[in-house]
């Protein structure tokens, strides 16, 4: 054969690897494109049946003081105390957080007491407020639970000015009475989610990170395999 033919036939070749690579990539392009809405059509009904299920809480220090930062910790000490103590008295024993949530709105002035005598204790002369609200929350890991971004109804304390970093946690079901650092979900507390999720949006919030590779790539074929 000429050389003319062989250098014809290899540029074909090449052409053909090109093509191939092209389609590939735009075939794993589209793959992804349409993982990436699955997970975050996923990610956004499981928020919204979080937000329905659970209630959070909110502290908002004066300022971004040391000393504000601080009192805003002690604050959220005392009122986590204080809570824990009452609510196992007057709720029963299989509370949720619509229960949650009514005894909090029955107890916010008591709530606002417990954050006012704690910043005078801390020798500060302003104010707390207590109310529930709806707010946006960002992206949260609690331990090995994560929280999608979304609105959630949260009690908030705000305390002076409330110009300050905020902390918060979740009230229902207790992750801030089992660890105010929330660094570790509790056995009780992963129940309380598993009672309020479907098994499915469970494992959306504590999938190891090789179920969530291959749920994003293969969608609910993965559960099967």
């Excluded at 699955?38 to 329905?52: C, D, I, S, Y």
């Excluded at 209630?55 to 009192?71: G, Y």
């Excluded at 109804?153 to 089992?178: D, Q, S």
Aim: aromatic share 10%; net charge negative.
């Amino acid at each position: 054969m000429s050389r003319e033919f062989h250098y014809s036939s290899r540029i074909r070749q090449v052409v053909c690897l090109v093509f191939g690579i092209c389609v590939a990539a735009l075939l794993t392009g589209s793959c992804v494109g349409r993982g990436i809405q699955r997970v975050e059509a996923k990610m956004e009904q499981t928020q919204k049946t979080l937000a329905e299920e659970v209630l959070r809480f909110h502290v908002l220090a004066n300022s971004d003081s040391e000393e504000d930062q601080a009192v805003k910790m002690k604050v959220r000490d005392a009122v986590l105390a204080y809570m824990e103590e009452n609510m196992e008295q007057e709720l029963t024993k299989d509370p949720d957080a619509g229960k949650t949530r009514a005894w909090v709105e029955a107890h916010l002035r008591d709530l606002e007491d417990v954050a006012d005598r704690t910043v005078a204790d801390e020798g500060y002369a302003y104010q707390s407020r207590a109310e529930v609200e709806v707010s946006y929350f960002p992206d949260k890991q609690y331990g090995d639970v994560f929280f999608p971004q979304g609105e959630y109804e949260a009690l908030k304390i705000k305390l002076g000015k409330a110009r300050g970093h905020n902390w918060w946690c979740v009230l229902y079901p207790g992750l801030c009475f089992t660890d105010t650092t929330c660094a570790v979900v509790s056995d009780e507390g992963k129940n309380g989610l598993k009672e309020v999720l479907t098994a499915e949006e469970y494992e959306m919030v504590t999938a190891t990170s090789d179920f969530k590779i291959r749920w994003f790539f293969f969608g609910d074929d993965a559960k099967e395999k």
